[in-house]
């Protein structure tokens, strides 16, 4: 079973940092493209960032210059550097994967996601 559970979510004040891991783990053959998204009360889950396989990352405009998202593909995890917080910031942030696994001969890519970490960002 997969499983991505990310940490370092917290409490900070504007212009702080804070840095968010996920760690996927269980029988997994491939990691595709992995991202963090956002959702904030009463608004749609958006997507903050995200990373191919390769390396490359793309990111929401309201964060552009400011975060900064990485992964370690031999120990299955991604980050997200978050620098210059700011109130509209504060959201769940949850970790969200494409992983390939085989069950017996048939290979199957799925979309996981974590149970989400809270970031607050006081005024």
């Known amino acids: 079973q997969v499983q991505l559970v990310e940490s370092g979510g917290g409490l900070v004040q504007a212009g702080g940092s804070l840095r968010l891991s996920c760690a996927a783990s269980?029988?997994?053959?491939?990691?595709?493209?992995m991202g963090w998204y956002r959702q904030a009360p009463g608004k749609q889950r958006e997507l903050v960032a995200g990373?191919?396989?390769?390396?490359?990352?793309n990111y929401a405009d309201s964060v552009k210059g400011r975060f900064t998202i990485s992964r370690d593909n031999a120990k299955k995890m991604v980050y997200l550097q978050m620098n210059s917080l700011k109130p509209e910031d504060t959201a769940v942030y949850y970790c969200?994967?494409?992983?390939?696994?085989?069950?017996?001969?048939?290979?199957?890519?799925?979309?996981?996601w974590g149970q989400g970490t809270q970031v607050t960002v006081s005024s």
């Open positions: 269980g029988s997994i053959f491939s990691i595709n493209a």
């Open positions: 969200n994967a494409e992983i390939g696994t085989y069950s017996g001969s048939y290979y199957t890519v799925e979309n996981y």
């Open positions: 990373i191919t396989s390769g390396g490359r990352t």
